[in-house]
């Protein structure tokens, strides 16, 4: 009996001699005077196994030979050292079964490269591809890294709720989740009547797990946090997702520098399991995607962040020689075209940008001496710009109050926020994240909706 094998482990364990069985998808089939050669990919790896199927094979005439791109197949045979050039193993084969067919005058996805708009247009076929088979193995192994990181640091993993009741950046952002009537919608005064809906209380998709993570924080210690946030951002960009992945850690007894210790321990950490563990993606997105990749990673694990605070990165940015399309000044928020002059032109590694206005940061902020600013900390990266945004957070009942109230916020809604602060409040601190923001800048794809399945974008929301 042939042993099924994924073909990551063929290539790694090479048991030259033994009958095994894969099972994948076909990638090519060539044709030679006697037999054919099949390239088949399963997944688990960048690399396809060649399996040499002769013409002494029961199906080779009526099978075997209109095997064609996309069908799946099932294999066994005799794992051999390969005397062609290109691979050093191949499986001779004695059983090709084929499981499915694919139209070759209607499978979309061919040999050549396709480009990643011509990819999002079939989400359910484009992570058989090459590239997106790669981000697929990076996203995963990140994914776990993150769970890694955090377990070797004692922090406690919280499911924080997907459906809330409290808007956490107060960016009004919010998709609603209801169940009333659309098209028979009850109203008081003009205004849905919440009231009649499922919870009894308007309810929403919630924006960040922060808020509840601090409660558990201050129950815990140490906790995270790492599940899907949603924002209804009309933002057509780059690196702009209505559905993304944040991880937020919440940290007690902590100050914003220690935050920032954890912070960029915590990118290292990720890039540094990247190029541990995804060394053959990461070869190819540095072969065809980003050719600075390597050394982009390499200055990441080596260097220690800049460090600035958002008065001197004004500064700067006021007397750079650059033109900038919005202009810059003290209180207003650093666009993305200022946030990637700083890390690429000015520093060329990552920045952290510390103490930014209270202004244009959320309520729950600690606010500092100067009763102007907030200790608050952007990351930066080359490429990119902005991936984390975290703060010390306001542990001073009355400081809280006052924000809140300055804010026009209603105070009801906050008072178990409060309470936190009324029964054995503790200095803490935490940050997010942007899940997909890492990927892009580990695998150096241009575009966030290449780095997450299924990406949810103004105007669009594929399957
Ligand atoms: O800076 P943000 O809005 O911070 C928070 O949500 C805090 N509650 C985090 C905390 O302190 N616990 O978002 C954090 C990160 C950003 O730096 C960015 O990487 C990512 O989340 N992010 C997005 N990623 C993709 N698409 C979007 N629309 C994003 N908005 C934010
Ligand atoms: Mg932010």
């Given amino acids: 009996m042939a042993q099924y094998q994924r073909i ?21 089939r060539r044709d030679s005077k006697g037999f054919s050669f099949l390239e088949v990919n399963d997944g688990s790896c960048l690399a396809n196994i060649q399996i040499v199927a002769d013409d002494t094979l029961a199906n080779y005439a009526d099978e075997i030979l209109r095997l064609s791109t996309g069908c799946s197949v099932k294999i066994s045979g005799l794992l051999a050292q390969s005397p062609a050039k290109g691979q050093d193993i191949e499986i001779q084969a004695r059983r090709v079964e084929v499981v499915g067919w694919a139209d070759p005058e209607t499978y979309p996805l061919q040999k050549k490269r396709h480009s990643f708009e011509f990819l999002r247009e079939i989400a359910h076929l484009r992570p058989r591809s090459n590239s997106l088979g790669a981000v697929t193995r ?46 028979n919608l009850a109203q008081t005064n003009g205004r849905p009547d919440f009231e009649k809906d499922f919870f009894g209380r308007q309810a929403s998709l919630t924006v960040s797990g922060q808020l509840e993570a601090e409660i558990y924080c201050q129950a815990m210690g140490n906790v995270y946090t790492f599940g899907p946030t949603f924002r209804a951002e009309n933002s057509n960009t780059s690196r702009h997702l209505a559905e993304f992945w944040m991880i937020e850690p919440e940290m007690a007894f902590c100050d914003l520098n220690q935050d920032i210790e954890v912070a960029q321990a915590f990118i290292k ?24 990749l390597a050394a982009k990673l390499e200055m990441v694990v080596n260097n220690d962040f800049a460090r600035i605070t958002y008065s001197e990165a004004v500064d700067r940015l006021q007397h750079a020689e650059k033109l900038f399309a919005f202009p810059v000044e003290w209180g207003s928020d650093l666009q993305s075209e200022h946030e990637r002059y700083l890390t690429e032109e000015v520093f060329k590694r990552p920045l952290i940008v510390t103490d930014y206005p209270k202004t244009i940061k959320p309520f729950y902020m600690r606010v500092n001496d100067d009763n102007k600013t907030v ?24 400081v809280l109050i006052n924000r809140i109230q300055e804010l026009g916020l209603n105070q009801p809604d906050y008072e178990w926020y409060l309470d936190l602060r009324r029964y054995g409040s503790v200095p803490h601190a935490g940050f997010g994240l942007g899940f997909e923001r890492i990927i892009q800048f580990v695998t150096g794809m241009a575009n966030i909706r290449e780095v997450i399945p299924f990406p949810r974008t103004p105007g669009s929301a594929a399957l």
């Fill in 375 to 398: 200790a608050a900390m952007d990351i930066l990266v080359p490429g990119i710009g902005e991936i984390i945004g975290g703060s010390q957070r306001e542990e001073r009942l009355e």
């Fill in 269 to 292: 950490y990720l890039v540094q399991y990247a190029l541990d563990n995804c060394a053959e993606d990461l070869a190819l997105f540095s072969k065809f995607v980003d050719k600075d």
């Fill in 8 to 28: 990551a482990q063929i290539i790694k364990n090479k048991p030259v001699g033994e009958l095994i069985e894969i099972r994948g998808w076909l990638r090519t």
């Fill in 138 to 183: 990076v996203r995963s192994a990140l994914s776990f890294a993150v769970h890694c990181f955090f377990n070797e640091r004692g922090f406690c993993q919280i499911h924080t709720p997907i459906i809330t009741t409290s808007d956490c950046e107060g960016a009004g952002e919010m998709f609603t989740v209801t169940t009333l009537d659309l098209n």
